[in-house]
């Protein structure tokens, strides 16, 4: 009787693969010399210009020290967890309005899918289209799940250009509103 051993000799290369994407995770955590922080509380707002779902450029110091700005960055236009949050800040809105302050989502996606996703949500605020990333990177906004899925990350800044908060959290997408609109109160109690 012959033994048929062919499942053993999977077993160390699937072993030794998952050894090897422990240790490539590992070393991605290790922060390099370009990429030490993301943009943090105290930090001065990065200057940048991107067009928006109507295909105008968006610069932002057109809104500096006219607005407080919640800047929000989300993976993918019409993903489960990006409308659950865009509609979100979508239903609070005036809440935002009230606490002076412009929403600004910010993904890789292009014009006319940012112009479809507002379309569709009826989203009342400006997305902005920043398909290589550039900003992203200028926020230093991490990516979660071994680099494959872009970060969620939300930034409060007031009308001085100063980050007053931010938020990273991809699975509580919801939570990003709640955390904006504390910033803005506290904020607002500060002033």
């Known amino acids: 009787m012959k033994l048929d051993t062919t499942h053993q000799l999977c077993r160390p290369v699937w072993f030794s693969l998952l050894i090897a ?4 995770n590992a070393v991605s955590c290790v922060p390099s010399v370009n990429n030490m922080k993301q ?3 105290g930090s001065t707002v990065p200057q940048f210009a991107l067009p928006d779902q109507n295909g105008k450029l968006f610069d932002i110091t057109t809104v500096l020290g006219k607005k407080n700005l919640v800047i929000y960055f989300y993976p993918k236009d019409d993903s489960p967890g990006c409308t659950k949050e865009a509609c979100t800040f979508r239903d609070q809105y005036e809440v935002f309005q009230e606490a002076d302050a412009e929403i600004i989502g910010i993904s890789s996606d292009d014009v006319e899918s940012h112009r479809r996703f507002a379309e569709k949500y009826r989203l009342t605020y400006t997305l902005l289209s920043d398909e290589d990333g550039k ?6 906004v991490p990516s979660d799940l071994f680099g494959i899925l872009p970060g969620r990350v939300t930034c409060v ?3 001085q250009g100063i980050v007053v908060h931010t938020f990273d959290s991809q699975l509580q997408a919801e939570k990003h509103i709640e955390e904006a609109l504390a910033a803005l109160k506290r904020a607002g109690k500060q002033q």
């Not at 994407?21 to 490539?24: F, G, H, R, T």
């Not at 900003?135 to 230093?140: A, E, N, Y």
């Open 157 to 159: 800044i007031n009308k």
């Open 21 to 24: 994407l422990l240790i490539l």
């Open 39 to 41: 943009v943090q509380k």
């Open 135 to 140: 900003v992203r990177k200028l926020f230093r």
